[in-house]
C-alpha cells in the first residue's frame, strides 16, 4: 500500500512536470503558428496600404474605371495571391474589382468608415462559404478629400493550405467565438459557445487535477490534451493549440510502473531485513532466556553438588567411624575373650594356656595398632622410611596368611614365583599389608562366584617387578572409583568394608616409586602392582 502510494506520488509528480513540458513546447508551437498567420496577413494589409497610393487608382476613382484599370487589380490580385481587389466609391459601392462579378456590391459600412478615416481597417467575413479577411484603406485628394476605398481580400483556405502539416490542432477563433482559421477542415465554422451536440466546438473538459481536454470525433485521436491559447490583438483572433499529453502520459505511466517496482523491491528487501532482525532479537532474546537458565541450573547444581560433598563427607565420616569402631571392635572383644580365659587357667592354675591367650591377646594388640597406625598413615600421608626387601618373600608370606582361609573358602588358589629372588626398595609390613588387602578383596569378591579361582604372580620384566592378582569375582564395578577413599561395596558389618584400603594401597605403592592399577577381565579382575627393581633404584 505504502509502496503504492510512493508510485503514485512519482507518477503524479512526472505528470506534472510532463504536463509542463508539454504546455511549454506547446506555446512555442502556437507562437509559430500565429507568427505565420500574422506574416500571411501583414502581405495582404501591406497590399492594401501600397494600393492607396497607387495614382492609377485615385485617377480611377475621379474619372471612371475602364478595362485596363480591372486588368491591372486583376495582375496585382494573381501575383499577390489575394482572393480579390476592390475599389469603391466613398459610397462604399465597388465601382472596379478584379473579380468583375463583384462590381456593383456594397463594401461594409465598418470598413467605410474606417478607411475614410485614414485609417487601415480590417474584417473576418464568411461569404458563401468562403473564409475572408478583408484589408480596407482610404484613397484621398492632395488636400484630404476622400476619393474612395481600396479593399484587398484574402482567403484563410488559401494561407491554411501554406501551413506546415503538424501534429497539433490549431484554431482561430474570431470575435463571436467562432472557429475561423484552422489546420483541420472538421473543426472549422464552429462556435465555442454552443454545445458540442449542437454544432458547437468539440471540446470536453476532462476531470482531474491537470485542466485537460478531450477534442470530440473526428479529431480525438490524439487523446487527452492540453488546451492553450494566445490573442492577437492585431487580427482580433484568438489562437488555440490543443497538444496531446499523451507522451506525457505514457512517461509518467512508465515511471510509475518502475517507481512501483522499486518500491516494492525496496518494501521486500526492507520487510526481509525487519524479519531478519526480529529473528535475530528473537534468537538473542532465546539465548539470553537460555543462558540465564543455564547460569540459574549450574548454580542449582553447584549448590546440590555442595550440598552432596558435605552429605558424602558426612556419610564417609559415619562410615569410618562406623568402620573404625567395628575394625577395633573385633579385636578388642577378641582380647576381652583370650583375657577372660587366661583368668579362668590361671585360676586353675594352668599356666600354659594363660601364655597361650596372652600370646593372642598381643597379636590382637599388634593387629589393633596396624589399624591405627593405617588410619594415621591415611590421615597425615606419613612418609614412612623404606628399606631394600624381597617383593617376593613378602608376597609368600601374605599368601601364607591367607591361604587357610582361601581353602575354606573353596578358592581353587595358585601361586607362581619366580626362582630369583626379588628385591625391591619399600616397607616390608606395608608392602605385606597391601598384598593382603589384594588378597582379601579377590576373596570377596569371589564370595558368591560358583567358579573360584586365585591365581598370584610375581615377574620380573626388565627393570621392574610386577604382582599380578586375578580373581573370577564379580569383577569391579566402578574401575574409576576403586582407589577413592571411603568407596567400598561392602557392608559396613561386615569383615571389612572400610573403603580405604585400595586407596591406602596406592598412597603406599606410589611412596616405593610404583604403580597399582587395575581392569576387569572376561571374568573377574585383576589388580596389579608394579614396582622398579632395586638395581635399578640404585642405579638412579
Ligand atoms: P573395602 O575392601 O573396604 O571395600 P577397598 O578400598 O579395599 O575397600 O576396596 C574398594 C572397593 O573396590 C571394594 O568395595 C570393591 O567394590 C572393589 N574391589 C576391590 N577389589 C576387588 C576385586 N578383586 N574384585 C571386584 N571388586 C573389587
Not at 180 to 188: H, Q, T
Not at 388 to 409: C, Q
Request: net charge negative; hydrophobic share 45%; proline share 5%.
Amino acid at each position: 500500500m505504502l509502496s503504492f502510494a510512493a508510485a503514485w506520488v512519482v507518477y503524479q509528480n512526472a505528470l506534472s512536470s510532463g504536463i509542463a513540458a508539454t504546455a511549454q513546447a506547446g506555446q512555442v508551437r502556437l507562437s509559430e503558428v500565429t507568427s505565420t498567420l500574422r506574416l500571411q496577413l501583414s502581405g495582404f494589409r501591406t497590399l492594401a496600404n501600397v494600393l492607396a497610393n497607387e495614382p492609377i487608382l485615385q485617377t480611377a476613382l475621379v474619372t471612371a474605371p475602364d478595362a485596363e484599370l480591372r486588368d491591372w487589380l486583376a495582375d496585382f490580385q494573381l501575383t499577390y495571391g489575394a482572393w480579390h481587389i476592390d475599389l469603391a466609391d466613398p459610397q462604399g459601392r465597388i465601382i472596379a474589382s478584379s473579380g468583375p462579378a463583384r462590381e456593383g456590391q456594397q463594401v461594409t459600412p465598418r470598413l467605410m468608415a474606417a478607411a475614410l478615416n485614414a485609417r487601415l481597417e480590417f474584417e473576418h467575413v464568411r461569404e458563401g462559404g468562403v473564409r475572408l479577411t478583408r484589408f480596407a484603406r482610404g484613397l484621398f485628394t492632395a488636400d484630404h478629400v476622400p476619393l474612395g476605398v481600396v479593399v484587398v481580400s484574402a482567403e484563410m483556405a488559401a494561407l491554411e493550405f501554406e501551413w506546415p502539416v503538424a501534429p497539433e490542432p490549431v484554431v482561430f477563433f474570431d470575435a463571436d467565438n467562432q472557429s475561423f482559421i484552422a489546420n483541420r477542415p472538421e473543426l472549422l465554422g464552429l462556435s465555442l459557445t454552443a454545445a458540442p451536440d449542437a454544432g458547437g466546438f468539440p471540446i470536453l473538459r476532462q476531470p482531474g487535477p491537470h485542466a485537460l481536454w478531450r477534442l470530440g470525433p473526428p479529431a480525438n485521436s490524439q487523446g487527452d490534451v492540453l488546451r492553450l491559447e494566445r490573442f492577437i490583438a492585431p487580427l482580433d483572433l484568438r489562437a488555440e493549440i490543443f497538444v496531446s499529453v499523451a507522451p506525457a502520459q505514457e512517461a509518467a505511466r512508465l515511471r510509475f510502473a518502475l517507481a512501483l517496482a522499486t518500491a516494492l523491491v525496496i518494501g521486500l528487501i526492507g520487510a526481509i531485513a525487519v524479519q531478519q532482525r526480529r529473528q535475530l532479537a528473537f534468537e538473542a532474546d532465546y539465548s539470553a532466556t537460555l543462558e540465564a537458565r543455564v547460569e540459574a541450573r549450574t548454580a542449582e547444581l553447584r549448590k546440590a553438588q555442595g550440598e552432596l560433598v558435605e552429605a558424602s563427607k558426612l556419610a564417609a565420616l559415619g562410615r569410618l567411624s562406623a568402620g573404625i569402631s567395628h575394625e577395633l571392635n573385633q579385636p578388642l572383644a577378641a582380647i576381652l575373650n583370650f583375657a577372660e580365659n587366661g583368668r579362668k587357667f590361671l585360676a586353675k592354675g594352668r599356666v600354659d594356656p594363660v601364655s597361650d591367650n596372652l600370646a593372642l591377646i598381643g597379636d590382637q594388640v599388634r593387629r589393633m595398632t596396624r589399624i591405627i597406625n593405617n588410619l594415621r598413615a591415611f590421615a597425615r600421608k606419613e612418609v614412612m622410611p623404606t628399606e631394600p626387601i624381597s617383593f617376593r618373600a613378602v608376597v609368600e608370606n601374605a599368601y601364607g596368611l591367607v591361604a587357610a582361609d582361601l581353602a575354606k573358602a573353596g578358592v581353587a588358589a595358585s601361586l607362581s614365583l619366580p626362582d630369583d629372588d626379588v628385591d625391591v626398595l619399600a616397607g616390608r609390613v606395608r608392602l605385606e599389608q597391601v598384598v593382603l588387602n589384594l588378597l582379601t578383596n579377590a576373596m570377596d569378591a569371589m564370595a558368591t562366584s560358583t567358579d573360584k579361582n586365585l591365581l598370584v604372580s610375581l615377574d620380573s620384566t626388565g627393570s621392574s617387578a610386577a604382582l599380578t592378582v586375578r580373581d573370577t569375582g564379580s569383577g569391579i564395578q566402578d574401575p574409576d572409583r576403586v582407589f577413592e577413599p571411603f568407596y567400598t561395596t561392602k557392608n559396613l558389618g561386615a569383615s571389612q568394608g572400610l573403603g580405604l584400603g585400595l586407596s591406602l594401597a596406592l598412597g603406599i605403592i606410589q611412596q616405593f616409586g610404583g604403580q597399582l592399577s587395575c581392569r576387569n577381565l572376561a571374568q573377574g579382575a585383576e589388580f596389579k602392582i608394579t614396582l622398579p627393581l632395586l638395581e635399578d633404584t640404585q642405579d638412579v
